[in-house]
């Protein structure tokens, strides 16, 4: 696959993108067993600690990673398509707010986080490098088809590493 160029995205996700090194494909697909088994790690009771008043706990933020997941996926088959039509951004705010993510298990956000990474591995994998370069414009954005998974993943990376630090207080 070609590396991805500076023009295929916008500078609001430069902080995701630049915590992907190596093939993005073999690190989306490295994160189907990973992040599972980072989940299954986070010590009982702690799922639904926020850090700070206001801040989302650990569930919301997997639950806001797996919805930004399908949120970018889309943006990805829409622009591969050809579909020139400008989208509109999502407000995560509103998102978590309105998904009850406090009710789930982290084991049933690793359950669904793995089958969409794996139908949304599947999409990504039948574009050809033609619809790969193919940009549109989401949130007056424009970004490459090829941007979406290094999005994907690097956003991935970085809320892992909030939990991480400031959640877990691992650093």
Request: glycine letters at 6%; charged letters at 25%; aromatic letters at 12%.
């Amino acid at each position: 696959m070609n590396p991805l160029k500076s023009d295929e995205y916008p500078a609001v996700y430069a902080p995701y993108i630049e915590t992907v090194t190596g093939d993005v494909v073999e690190l989306l697909r490295e994160q189907i067993a990973s992040f599972p088994e980072f989940l299954s790690n986070i010590p009982p009771g702690k799922s639904e600690f926020a850090y700070a008043e206001g801040k989302w706990t650990i569930k919301e933020v997997v639950g806001h990673i797996i919805d930004t997941e399908r949120v970018m996926a889309y943006r990805a088959l829409r622009f591969g398509r050809n579909d020139t039509k400008e989208l509109i951004g999502f407000e995560q705010e509103d998102f978590v707010a309105n998904a009850r993510f406090n009710e789930r298990s982290l084991a049933s956000f690793a359950d669904e986080f793995v089958l969409v990474r794996k139908s949304n591995l599947e999409l990504f994998k039948h574009f050809n490098d033609h619809e790969l370069a193919r940009k549109g414009i989401a949130s007056g954005r424009l970004t490459s088809v090829r941007a979406f998974m290094y999005i994907i993943a690097g956003h991935l990376n970085h809320h892992k590493n909030i939990i991480r630090e400031r959640y877990l207080g691992d650093q």
